[in-house]
C-alpha cells in the first residue's frame, strides 16, 4: 500500500487551498484536528477497515456533527469514498505543515545533552532564523547520551554538534 503521507498529500493541499481562499485556516485546522483524532481512535481504526463508505460517513458525521462545517463533510463523504479516511491524520500533519509554510513559520527539535537555559535557547533560535528565513519554535530535550553539544533538526536541515556526532564521524573518517 502506499505511503499515508502521499496518500494525504492532495487532500491536505485541497483543504489548505480552501482554508486559505475562504479565510478559514483555524477553522479547518481545529475541524482537521477533531477528525484525525476520531481516525486514529482504536475502535473507530477497527471500523474504518471493515465498514461501507456510508457507514463511515454516517459514523463520522454521528461523531463530529458539531466540529465540522459543510465543506469538512464533503471531505469526510470524498475520503470515505476513495477507502482513505485512515489516512486523516497524516492529512492534518501535511495541512500543519503548509500552514507553518504560510506563515514562514518552522519548528525545530533541538535535543541537547543537558538542559539549556534561556540565553541558549534564544541564541539557537535567532541563529536558526536567520539562517532559514523564518520564525523559529524550538522544542527542546535533554539526551544524556550525547555526552556534550546539541543536535537541531528543523524539517531537512539537521546541525549535529554533540561528542557523540563527531566521534561518530571521526570514526568513519579513520575507517575510510
Same mark, same amino acid.
Given at each position: 500500500?502506499?505511503?499515508?503521507t502521499?496518500?494525504?498529500?492532495?487532500?491536505a493541499?485541497?483543504?489548505?487551498?480552501?482554508?486559505?481562499?475562504?479565510?478559514?485556516?483555524?477553522?479547518?485546522?481545529e475541524?482537521l484536528?477533531?477528525?484525525?483524532?476520531?481516525?486514529?481512535?482504536?475502535?473507530?481504526?477497527?471500523q474504518?477497515?471493515r465498514?461501507?463508505?456510508?457507514?463511515? !460517513?454516517?459514523?463520522? /458525521?454521528?461523531?463530529? @456533527?458539531? #466540529?465540522?462545517?459543510?465543506?469538512?463533510?464533503? &471531505?469526510?463523504?470524498?475520503? $470515505?469514498?476513495?477507502?482513505?479516511?485512515?489516512?486523516?491524520?497524516?492529512?492534518?500533519?501535511?495541512?500543519?505543515?503548509?500552514?507553518?509554510?504560510?506563515?514562514?513559520?518552522?519548528?525545530?527539535? !533541538?535535543?541537547?545533552? /543537558?538542559e539549556l537555559? @534561556?540565553? #541558549?535557547?534564544?541564541?539557537?533560535?535567532?541563529s &536558526?532564523?536567520?539562517?532559514? $528565513?523564518?520564525?523559529?519554535?524550538l522544542?527542546?530535550?535533554?539526551?544524556?547520551?550525547?555526552?556534550?553539544?546539541?543536535?537541531?533538526q528543523?524539517?531537512d536541515?539537521?546541525?549535529?554538534?554533540? !561528542?557523540?556526532?563527531?566521534l561518530a564521524k571521526?570514526?568513519?573518517?579513520?575507517?575510510?
Amino acid at each position: 500500500m502506499a505511503d499515508l503521507t502521499t496518500i494525504a498529500r492532495p487532500y491536505a493541499k485541497a483543504a489548505f487551498d480552501f482554508a486559505v481562499e475562504q479565510k478559514a485556516l483555524e477553522q479547518w485546522t481545529e475541524m482537521l484536528a477533531f477528525v484525525a483524532e476520531v481516525a486514529a481512535n482504536e475502535h473507530v481504526a477497527v471500523q474504518l477497515k471493515r465498514e461501507s463508505a456510508n457507514t463511515l !460517513v454516517n459514523l463520522f /458525521t454521528t461523531v463530529c @456533527a458539531e #466540529q465540522l462545517n459543510e465543506h469538512g463533510l464533503n &471531505l469526510i463523504k470524498l475520503m $470515505a469514498e476513495n477507502g482513505r479516511l485512515n489516512a486523516l491524520p497524516a492529512v492534518l500533519a501535511l495541512f500543519l505543515e503548509y500552514k507553518a509554510e504560510l506563515a514562514k513559520e518552522i519548528t525545530a527539535d !533541538v535535543v541537547s545533552a /543537558t538542559e539549556l537555559d @534561556a540565553a #541558549q535557547q534564544a541564541q539557537i533560535s535567532a541563529s &536558526l532564523e536567520q539562517r532559514l $528565513a523564518r520564525k523559529v519554535k524550538l522544542n527542546c530535550s535533554v539526551d544524556a547520551s550525547l555526552m556534550a553539544g546539541v543536535i537541531i533538526q528543523a524539517g531537512d536541515l539537521v546541525i549535529d554538534s554533540s !561528542v557523540k556526532g563527531q566521534l561518530a564521524k571521526l570514526s568513519e573518517t579513520l575507517q575510510a
